[in-house]
């Protein structure tokens, strides 16, 4: 495979959701040189690495082929934009639906309330729309674009988001309950009060979102980068495992038997916290400032 077309086709599939080669080189943990330099064709990733790119920009590795023949990443965001919203069949409470939302177009379209939605959820655009109150539990929600949408008070209990972009949606007061994020980009988003208990963020970009009172229970953190952020309330059993830092504030947490594995914690800060003497411990290991921590008595 020729480095120029490796490298035309990952700068059409990372602009196609609207990334940048910063936000794409964060989430890889390598410089946006790098990013820059394989989409000049003058280097390409190593297999490894590939997989992860496909995986972040939400195309299969077949994509990168010189004689793939499927439509290209610029041509999928077209169809996301252009094609119309497809009308629901009409509602049959207390039954489940067999309802295929996926390659949609959904704007300003509110859907609060709405029950047994079980099936896939992918490849869509969606802005500005209300799902308020809804049973969204064991969805695959993978490729999508959410923008501005409301969450509010909804089950989205072990869901899966994949390759996704999700920016300034609200997710307040939601049941997040064993929900796994992969290889998404999560933006501006408002986590206050959301159930996140089990929860993973596995390879995706976390900034600038609120995570005030957010239940953090066995919720991990795996190669993601978190920017921008303030953690607020309890965390406990939670892990950070290869994670980059920046801006991240704990302010007013209670932080008990969580684990933090990465590069370099001096970008956190902690303003009147409590640990236990493990967590502690381990952020005291990884040269983090803990003189705005008090520790835990037994």
């Known amino acids: 495979?020729?480095?120029?077309i490796i490298g035309n086709k990952i700068a059409q599939a990372r602009k196609a959701i609207n990334m940048s080669q910063a936000q794409l080189a964060q989430q890889l943990f390598?410089?946006?040189?790098?990013?820059?330099?394989?989409?000049?064709?003058?280097s390409?990733?190593?297999i490894i690495t590939m997989n992860r790119v496909a995986q972040m920009l939400g195309v299969d590795l077949n994509y990168f082929s010189e004689h793939f023949q499927s439509a290209t990443a610029d041509a999928v965001a077209r169809e996301f934009l252009e094609e119309p919203a497809a009308e629901l069949p009409p509602a049959k409470p207390e039954n489940k639906h067999s309802w295929n939302m996926s390659m949609g177009n959904w704007v300003d379209a509110d859907f609060s309330g709405l029950k047994h939605l079980?099936?896939?959820?992918?490849?869509?655009?969606?802005?500005?729309?209300?799902?308020?109150g809804s049973e969204l539990s064991e969805l695959l929600l993978?490729?999508?674009?959410?923008?501005?949408?409301?969450?509010?008070?909804?089950?989205?209990s072990n869901s899966h988001f994949q390759s996704s972009h999700l920016d300034t949606n609200i997710f307040k007061d939601c049941s997040l309950k064993g929900?796994?994020?992969?290889?998404?980009?999560?933006?501006?988003?408002?986590?206050?009060?959301?159930?996140?208990?089990?929860?993973t963020f596995k390879s995706s970009s976390f900034q600038k979102s609120?995570?005030?009172?957010?239940?953090?229970?066995g919720t991990s953190f795996i190669r993601s980068?978190?920017?921008?952020?303030?953690?607020?309330?309890?965390?406990?059993?939670?892990?950070?495992?290869?994670?980059?830092?920046?801006?991240?504030?704990?302010?007013?947490?209670?932080?008990?038997n969580t684990f933090f594995k990465c590069r370099s914690l001096k970008q956190l800060r902690f303003v009147e916290c409590q640990a236990d003497r493990i967590t502690y411990e381990f952020l005291k290991n990884g040269k983090a400032d803990v003189s705005g921590i008090t520790l835990l008595t037994a």
């Open 210 to 217: 609120t995570m005030v009172n957010a239940i953090l229970n």
């Open 1 to 4: 495979m020729e480095t120029k």
């Open 44 to 46: 390409i990733p190593d």
């Open 30 to 42: 390598i410089s946006p040189q790098a990013v820059g330099k394989w989409e000049r064709g003058e």
């Open 118 to 132: 079980h099936e896939k959820f992918s490849s869509s655009n969606m802005q500005r729309c209300k799902f308020i």
């Open 142 to 156: 993978k490729g999508n674009h959410i923008v501005s949408c409301d969450f509010s008070g909804s089950d989205i």
């Open 225 to 256: 980068s978190i920017t921008d952020l303030v953690f607020e309330g309890v965390l406990a059993d939670c892990s950070f495992d290869n994670c980059a830092f920046s801006k991240v504030t704990f302010q007013n947490t209670i932080l008990t």
């Open 179 to 199: 929900a796994e994020f992969s290889g998404s980009h999560i933006k501006s988003c408002n986590f206050s009060g959301t159930d996140l208990t089990g929860a």
